[in-house]
């Protein structure tokens, strides 16, 4: 089940009076995937950590499927992947997925575990740990797990960041195809803007910290990608609205004399 994401008036305040997010409307439409990207430390992980429930708002509100973020996590209906995969060293890549499913005491079946082990490129390799895996083959792992619980919804902090940049661009052509298919809503936290357009169907530009919202723009390029989607001319246009919107959300929070 797809689900669509309401953000009113949200906004986080740290200890100290460190202001990551300014208060901000959103909807983020269900089925839809959207990337966030913004200047490094301008508050695109908080916004994605509240939406994973994982940090409370200190303002506004947020619900999933019109259900706070913290009960759509306490029932399994969302997943987070970070670019750490953080896979438990001792167990094998079927059986971390296995823990995934005990964890949403979700059932285990053996053949559900097979094919998204197939569906993300790893077959031969389930019963193998993560230290024997490539950073790419951990990643596909990774994705594997937190797709096991079919979430309703997918929350991506730079999932591919910590891989090499051919690895990056095999990843960002393979595996979006799965959650594609299953109609999942999906969040990408993303520093690569030609990777928000690659991947997204609504690119949401936010400002240096704290982080409000400079642009939202809508990415209509044909699903699935084409294998020469960044030769076409729609992909460049989308690739320099996005520089250009990142370019005004920093003018606009520069001191007019450093302008």
């Known amino acids: 089940m797809s689900v669509e994401i309401h953000c009113n008036g949200l906004a986080k305040t740290y200890p100290g009076g460190v202001e990551a997010v300014r208060p901000l409307d959103l909807r983020l439409e269900a089925g839809q995937t959207t990337a966030l990207v913004g200047p490094s430390g301008c508050g695109k992980s908080t ?28 029932r399994a209906g969302l997943a987070v992947v970070f670019q750490d995969p953080s896979l438990l060293p001792w167990r094998t890549v079927r059986q971390n997925i296995e823990l995934a499913l005990d964890l949403a005491r979700k ?118 990608r084409p294998s020469n989607l960044k030769a076409l001319d729609a992909f460049q246009f989308h690739v320099d609205a996005t520089f250009a919107a990142l370019s005004q959300g920093v003018a606009k929070t520069l001191p007019k004399a450093a302008q």
């Open 47 to 74: 916004l994605l950590r509240m939406m994973a429930g994982l940090e409370d708002p200190s303002f506004g509100s947020l619900t999933i499927g019109g259900a706070p973020a913290a009960e759509t996590l306490a």
């Open 107 to 224: 059932p285990r079946k053996g053949s559900d575990i097979a094919q998204l082990i197939h569906l993300v490129g790893l077959d031969g390799f389930a019963d193998t740990r993560p230290a024997a895996l490539s950073g790419g083959m951990r990643q596909r792992a990774a994705m594997a797990r937190a797709l096991s619980t079919n979430p309703d919804l997918l929350l991506m902090d730079e999932p591919f960041g910590a891989v090499d940049e051919l690895t990056r661009a095999q990843l960002a052509a393979d595996l979006p195809g799965i959650w594609e298919a299953r109609g999942t809503t999906t969040v990408l936290v993303t520093h690569s803007v030609t990777e928000a357009v690659t991947l997204s169907d609504r690119i949401v530009v936010l400002s240096p910290r704290p982080a409000t919202v400079v642009a939202d723009l809508a990415i209509d390029l044909p699903r699935p």
